[in-house]
């Protein structure tokens, strides 16, 4: 049986996937207040679930089997109606580089149907750096090494903006560190003083800052991380009042079921909602959000359905594995 911790933690990932698809079809201001924190809570949530692994090898197999199985699978998936295109119609240009190369490249290279992509690559090597860490080091000093990463994370946002790498792997200098403060909160034994200091951030930002909220520019696929250290205390601050939402949510049967059902299937909703989105706008011109969001919930719902019937589905689609001849299967982000 689940425990309370684990039922709060599939909550705020569910509404963190809800977050993410309402912020890629809502223009505007509620776009804005979202992009400051919708990232970086599930490097938080990441963080205060991360267990160390000693054995670092293992760690690798099974991440790379629940999250870049499913990564390279959608991918190639739905890059097929673009090569197929490209290859009837000759533009072998085309096919290259606009498909081929950013297949291969990851990243920012990836746009449209692929622009939440990124985020499977950086939180894989987030966790793995992370975990190599606290495996040869100790909490004291990982936390430097950390600092180090946050600080030259914007060095590459202030000063060399345009400055990227494959796969978005210049972005894990500044997921490092969203990803430490998840690993020292759950380590601190005294949350609610956590609480008490968001609640205080955050009515101090509206009063005397609200643009941090909504006028900040923060895109942490494009290294774009908004102030130092203001914007991720302030993101923070939003998370920690999203936990204790979620916990007053865990008490009520129909929303926490929904929402679990969101953060248990957020990785399969992070990969197809966005093709899903803008085949919708594009073709059937429908641009509501309150049509479009529960319309791609559901399509990602029954994708679900469907791969869970199938052992391949499963394990190519949905992130399945086996280690030590146990079968896990975890549809999450973590």
């Known amino acids: 049986m689940a425990t ?13 996937i809800l977050l993410v698809v309402i912020g890629h079809v809502t223009p505007g201001t509620l776009r804005d207040f979202i992009f400051t924190f919708h990232m970086p809570l599930f490097f938080v949530i990441g963080g205060y679930l991360y ?10 197999r099974e991440k790379s089997a629940q999250l870049l199985i499913p990564y390279c699978s959608f991918l190639v998936i739905l890059s097929i109606p ?12 085309a096919l ?20 939440a992509f990124w985020f499977i690559t950086c939180y894989f090597v987030t966790l793995q750096v992370y975990n190599a860490l606290n495996v040869y080091l100790s909490l004291h000093q990982v936390t430097i090494v950390v600092f180090f990463l946050f600080c030259l994370s914007f060095v590459n946002s202030i000063i060399f903006s345009h400055f990227w790498l494959p796969l978005n792997l210049n972005v894990v200098a500044g997921t490092m560190f969203l990803f430490h403060i998840g690993y020292i909160y759950k380590n601190t034994k005294n949350r609610s003083k956590f609480l008490i200091f968001s609640g205080i951030t955050i009515l101090s930002v509206v009063f005397f800052m609200p643009e941090l909220l909504f006028d900040t520019e923060i895109d942490y696929k494009y290294a774009s991380y908004g102030i130092p250290l203001l ?5 923070f601050s939003i998370i920690i009042l999203l936990i204790f939402l979620s916990k007053i949510i865990n008490t009520l049967p129909i929303a ?31 641009n509501e959000a309150w049509i479009v969001v529960p319309i791609v919930l559901i399509i990602c ?11 391949v589905f499963n394990k190519y689609f949905l992130g399945k594995y086996i280690v030590n001849k146990c079968i896990k299967r975890d549809n999450a982000i973590h």
């Open 4 to 16: 309370e911790r684990e039922e709060w933690v599939d909550i705020i990932k569910g509404i963190g």
């Open 51 to 60: 267990r160390t692994k000693e054995n670092i090898a293992l760690f690798f």
């Open 82 to 93: 673009f090569i197929t295109k490209n290859i009837l119609l000759s533009n072998w240009e």
């Open 96 to 115: 290259v580089d606009e498909s081929l190369i950013p297949m291969v490249i990851g990243g920012q290279a990836l746009t449209g149907w692929f622009s």
């Open 231 to 235: 914007s991720q205390i302030v993101s």
């Open 256 to 286: 926490s079921t929904f929402l679990k059902y969101l953060g248990i299937n957020s990785l399969l909703i992070m990969l197809l909602h966005q093709p899903i989105q803008i085949t919708i706008r594009t073709v059937f011109g429908i």
């Open 301 to 311: 719902a029954v994708f679900n359905f469907i791969f869970q019937r199938s052992n």
